[in-house]
């Protein structure tokens, strides 16, 4: 292992090891949060784009390609995940060479990964989106609408990796930002480009996809621009470039930790093709509907992401400097942070939730069935956040083993044919019961593995060794 190396000051980079661990929880979580609000705020307005100025049809396409696209990127998603766990333990243990080395190999690894996940999306979408069983009469624009989001492919995972190291280094504050300009720029042209303003061209529902890859692009070269103008302490300087390869120690470590982690993403993701192919049959407004209520649903969750993600990146530094003690009460507070926003963002949701489904369709049965799908499931995200701190603690120790295998049984065990037999026994209306079930199986999983795993014996820091 490689000397440990003197802890930089407060004032050189942000620490998630000292001060009451309530303030320093909210005070980190909040901008993730907020970040969250707008990514899922710019899908969302994006979405009513598409459904008011293109129709229902559009719309469902759009459902389909986004869950695609959620299923190919989550392949490689585990990867920086682990990166930046390994990145946070470094930093807590006050090994700064070290994060930048993990910094530099992630950064090229990544890149290559995102190209061909990229490549592959823009080849075989047609043949995934017939797989998905996507209504006939939506299948030409969700091919398009899909291809040209992967071809952004490179651009959205250098900026979202770039925004995960910020966050695991300690500072939200940054990302959220940067994350402000790419929702503005994204919001402001995605109508110019659908219907054709000015000097921008006509381009229907490729003029959506197009104006997130502007906005991602845009984003990642200016952020880039600020790392630099800033010297921020983990950026790769120009004596600096030999990090910038494959160190195979890293890629090792990344993988066997990363692998789990994205496979645990793949199975959300497959769990939610098969949902999606299941809801199909039903026709194209439940496939608009269940688009809605998903867009909708992704609110709930966002108190139970941003906790969770911060949590992690906590977590990690704590382990990293020994702070043992700190830990559990990390993950207690944030288990009460998510019941309390998680809970009083359900209540008000399903209080105007005609009015809230009504902003995506103004006519149809879709507004129906959103409805009956927004009162069978939002409240079961609150168990959905227990778990995800849960989870995200034991993730942030480097065992992913448990969680993986907590999502698949919740998930493909339970959830789907749960949803396959409600369909085919009792109708549309009784498949969104899968949602609770599969929530409340998790939990019950994961908390018992909380509480008697063996999760605080890994030792991530010593299996990476040194150069």
Known sequence: MSTPQPKPSAAARPTLTEGPIGKTLFVFSLPILLGNVLQT???????????????????????????????????????????????????????????????????????????????????????????LNTPEEAMDMAIVYTR???????????????????????????PFYFLLLSTVIDIGINPLLILGYGPFPEMGIAGSATAALVAQCVSLVLLMIWLYAKQYFLRITWKELHLLRMEWRIIKLTILKGIPMGLNMVVVSLANLLLIHIVNGFGTEATAAFGIANQISSYVQMPALAIGGAVTSMAAQ???????????????????????????????????????????????????IGMHINNVTLWSFIIFGIFNVQAGVVRSAGAVMAPLVFAFISLMVIRTPLAAWLGHAFGLDAVWWCFPASFTMAALLNTFYYKYGGWRKARLLEKAGSA
């Open 41 to 131: 705020l710019n899908g969302s307005i994006n979405s009513i784009w598409v459904g008011r100025l293109l129709g229902e049809t559009a719309l469902a396409a759009t459902s389909n390609a986004n869950f695609l696209m959620f299923f190919l990127i989550s392949a490689i998603f585990g990867i920086s995940m682990a990166s930046v766990i390994l990145l946070g333990q470094n930093l807590g243990a006050g090994r700064i060479q070290e994060a930048k080395k993990v910094v530099g190999t992630s950064a090229s690894f990544f890149f290559i990964l995102s190209v061909i996940t990229g490549a592959l999306g823009i080849v075989f979408s047609p043949l995934i989106l017939e797989l």
């Open 148 to 174: 040209i989001m992967f071809a952004g492919t490179p651009f959205m995972f250098g900026f979202n990796l770039i925004m995960a190291v910020m966050r695991g280094a300690g500072d939200s504050k940054t």
């Open 318 to 368: 704590n382990i990293g400097a020994g702070r043992w003690d700190r830990v559990n009460r990390i993950a207690g507070v944030g288990i009460g942070f998510n019941v309390l926003l998680t809970g009083a963002l359900v209540l008000v949701l399903l209080a105007f939730n005609r009015e809230t489904v009504s902003l995506f369709v103004t006519e149809g049965g879709a507004i129906e």
